[in-house]
């Protein structure tokens, strides 16, 4: 039955991170995976029902949604391609590549957001140190591999993956200096199951392209990054020993969380992502006129409105120390996921027609994920951090995606798209 309740769980995160992810390949860059990150991070909030995880709900959901948008800025449309190849050593070094790209995104991830779950007014993160450690490992790390070393792993594209992988080295030093043993096995598992995922996820999109089914399997990669990092999260969050934390519930620290989740995230990738070039694109495929001055306008006036309407439901209290309840963090989950997948529905057209059918497929997720998270319980299993095992699980995982390597190599020849790191 113990069982059986986890896996619920596990699966529940990793339904909406995966469908979070999916829609972030509409808007990409730190914003996209900013927002997609807080979803996950608000969804296992909400399956643990913590009265003391749900008074921080803004606050831990930004440090994911930081953690997870960091990740952002690293290029990987060269090495989804070196994993198209047909041969062994390109092929493994594609997709073994993607492990670590999508490990640095669930390791900033998972870690901001176990750091923020664990931080209590007798023991509070030190976050401007954190953020001044993060920058120093990032520029360090990137100009001693890139400008001294010269390891390029995606050349010509940009190679801040060294900027990531410094400060998640820079995160675990500070995981372990604090001892912050909880927040460190969130990190890892978050880091192995986005590797994995984001991997495996190139896997399936070579198979996906050998045949004949209309449907973008690049999405069925993102999908797979943020599935298997959130059931990674969720298993570091539901395994790990946890105190009882009480923060500072004063309004204006949840308040600049709230803004920047709901306000911010929302405005840049308005302003990114709904320029009226790629909508005029868009309403030529579909045969429309002003379409891109109505969906400016909508997306526009809707996010400052519902932040209004949002700000003020949460924040009407007149008393300057506030706390959210069980049934806040689930209203805020759910405009938080839904208003996502709106903004894919208006910025691809799929509101007008029907030819991008993985944008329905959103929906149905999203009534899925409703519907289990009403049946789940929560179910904690705090176990010791344990480095071998993790080393064991590391090594599983490589040796998987050398059969995956072995298999796509030969499904296919030659195609467009692919990439090769290495000539023979």
Request: a neutral charge; charged letters at 10%.
């Amino acid at each position: 039955m113990d069982g059986k309740k986890i896996g619920l769980n596990l699966l529940i995160v990793g339904m909406a991170l995966g469908t979070t992810w999916a829609i972030r390949g509409q808007f990409g860059h730190e914003q996209g995976a900013a927002w997609a990150g807080g979803v996950g991070a608000l969804c296992t909030l909400l399956i643990a029902r913590r009265e003391d995880w749900n008074a921080k709900m803004f606050k831990a959901t930004l440090a994911a949604a930081i953690g997870w948008g960091l990740g952002g800025m690293m290029s990987y449309g060269v090495v989804v391609g070196y994993g198209n190849g047909v041969d062994f050593v390109n092929v493994y070094y594609g997709l073994t590549m993607l492990f670590v790209i999508g490990g640095l995104y669930g390791f900033l991830g998972g870690g901001l957001f176990g750091l923020a779950l664990a931080s209590s007014t007798d023991r509070p993160v030190e976050w401007l140190d954190l953020a001044a450690k993060l920058v120093a490992g990032g520029i360090i790390v990137y100009f001693f591999l890139i400008y001294q070393l010269e390891w390029f792993m995606t050349p010509p594209r940009s190679e801040l993956w060294a900027a990531c992988l410094g400060m998640g080295l820079a995160l675990t030093w500070y995981l372990l200096h604090h001892h912050q043993h909880a927040a460190l096995r969130v990190a890892v598992f978050a880091g192995l199951g986005a590797g994995f995922g984001f991997a495996f996820g190139n896997f399936l999109q070579v198979l996906g392209k050998q045949t004949d089914i209309a449907f973008n399997f690049w999405n069925v990669m993102e999908y797979s990054l943020g599935f298997f990092g959130g059931l990674g999260m969720a298993y570091g969050t539901y395994t790990s020993e946890w105190e009882k934390s009480e923060s500072d519930n004063h309004w204006n620290s949840h308040f600049w969380a709230f803004l920047f989740l709901c306000l911010l995230i929302p405005l840049v990738i308005w302003q990114e992502s709904f320029t009226t070039k790629r909508l005029n694109e868009i309403a030529e495929r579909l045969e429309v006129s002003s379409f891109a001055f109505a969906v400016q306008t909508l997306v526009g006036l809707g996010v400052v409105l519902t932040t209004i309407a949002a700000g003020w439901y949460f924040f009407k209290r007149k008393d300057p120390a506030v706390s959210f309840s069980q049934q806040d963090a689930t209203l805020f989950f759910r405009g938080y996921f839904l208003v996502y997948i709106l903004f894919s529905l208006l910025l691809t057209g799929a509101f007008l027609s029907g030819y991008r059918i993985e944008q329905y497929l959103y929906l149905v997720n999203y009534a899925i994920v409703l519907f289990l998270i009403s049946r789940s319980e929560p179910y904690f299993n705090p176990q010791a951090p344990q480095p071998a095992k993790w080393g064991r699980l590391l090594f599983i995982m490589l040796a998987i995606l050398a059969i995956c390597a072995l298999i796509a190599m030969n499904t296919h020849e030659a195609f467009e798209g692919m990439q090769r790191r290495y000539e023979f």
